[in-house]
């Protein structure tokens, strides 16, 4: 038992069959899932005639183009019309589809026999080619049993693949978030939490591995319930970390316009109170804060990100890359 597997793929062809229905490879067999047995034989050929009871033998059991596997017998000779083929057919019973010259088999027949799948030799002579497009050619075994093994176990590897196709492919996400302050240094006890970008339905809390990476196998069987899905970081806690009187007097300084802040961050980390702007209320919290006179920014931000979050789109499986930049509320000047 023997046949040469290809790693070209199987070039799409159409034919027009003895009963005058066109069947077109990939259309109507491999996309469908179904594995194609293809017998480029002649109709005076005596090999061809004798092994036919057996090919129709092997196609019975194969479910007789009914289930996933259809053979083609398509015609190597000039010579053979469609209404020759027929004949062929008849005599043998057999049933599945087949042309001659006219129909378009002998232009198959051409595109096989070359130098890329190699010559054809011998008549019959058989391909198999499962929904993968993989092309098994010469299959073949010594003897007439020794072909109709070869045969059933090309259809048979061919099958095993076709189901190996149809099982579902699990998507995987890989998320690589690269977290470090204005400083650029590692931002250590961060939490994440995954959510819909509307803030509504279902939110979890994930855990990113020590290198910053979160795999996530099948989006939707894991997070269910999610629309247009972010994740954002947080840090509480701590809110003196880094923030002293000098960061009140940068403030100042900006307010007065004798020391405008040079760096975006600046802004960010002075606005305690989260309302977009920066004002001497921002360094009255700051000194209160310090003073313990109050617990903590109004706010409640200890630490804000940018960006404040991060879109994953849950259709679109594979690796994302991010970098976030953690601000410490409060500290201006980068203690």
């Known amino acids: 038992m023997s046949s040469t597997v290809f790693s070209q793929t199987a070039i799409d062809f ?20 179904k594995t194609v047995l293809i017998d480029f034989f002649f109709v005076d050929c005596p090999p061809c005639n004798t092994f036919a009871p057996h090919l129709k033998e092997i196609y019975d059991d194969w479910g007789s183009g009914q289930e996933d596997v259809e053979f083609f017998t398509l015609s190597s000779k000039g010579w053979d019309s469609n209404a020759d083929v ?21 232009d198959i027949y051409f595109t096989y026999h070359n130098s890329e799948f190699g010559p054809i030799s011998g008549s019959p002579h058989f391909i198999v080619i499962p929904p993968n497009g993989t092309v098994f050619k010469d299959v073949d075994g010594p003897g007439t049993q020794g ?40 931002v250590n006890n961060i939490s994440y939490t995954l959510m819909s970008s509307d803030g509504t339905g279902p939110s979890y809390p994930i855990t990113l591995d020590p290198n910053g990476q979160l795999v996530i196998i099948d989006f939707e069987a894991t997070f269910p319930g999610l629309t247009d899905p972010i ?15 000098t960061d009140i007097i940068f ?24 309302d977009g702007n920066v004002t001497s209320a921002d360094m009255s919290e700051i000194r209160k804060t310090i003073l313990e006179q109050q617990d903590g920014f109004s706010s409640g931000l200890s630490w804000t990100f940018d960006p404040i979050s991060i879109s994953i789109d849950q259709m679109t499986p594979g690796t994302y890359n991010f970098d976030i930049e953690g601000i410490k509320m409060g500290d201006v000047n980068r203690h």
Request: glycine share 10%.
């Open 14 to 33: 159409t034919f027009t069959d003895t009963q005058g229905q066109e069947h077109t490879l990939y259309e109507d067999y491999l996309d469908e899932g």
């Open 86 to 106: 027929e004949g062929y057919e008849q005599q043998h019973g057999h049933t599945n589809p087949g042309a001659g010259e006219d129909g378009g088999a002998l």
């Open 251 to 274: 403030i100042l300084r900006h307010l007065l316009g004798i020391q405008p802040f040079t760096y975006d961050y600046q802004y960010i980390a002075a606005d305690v109170s989260n």
């Open 147 to 186: 072909r109709k093994d070869a045969i059933n176990s090309a259809i048979t590897e061919a099958v095993e693949l076709t189901d190996f196709i149809d099982e579902p492919i699990i998507d995987t996400f890989i998320i690589n978030i690269n977290l470090k302050d204005t400083k650029d240094e590692v």
């Open 231 to 245: 994740i954002t970081p947080s840090k509480e806690g701590d809110f003196l970390n880094g923030v002293f009187t």
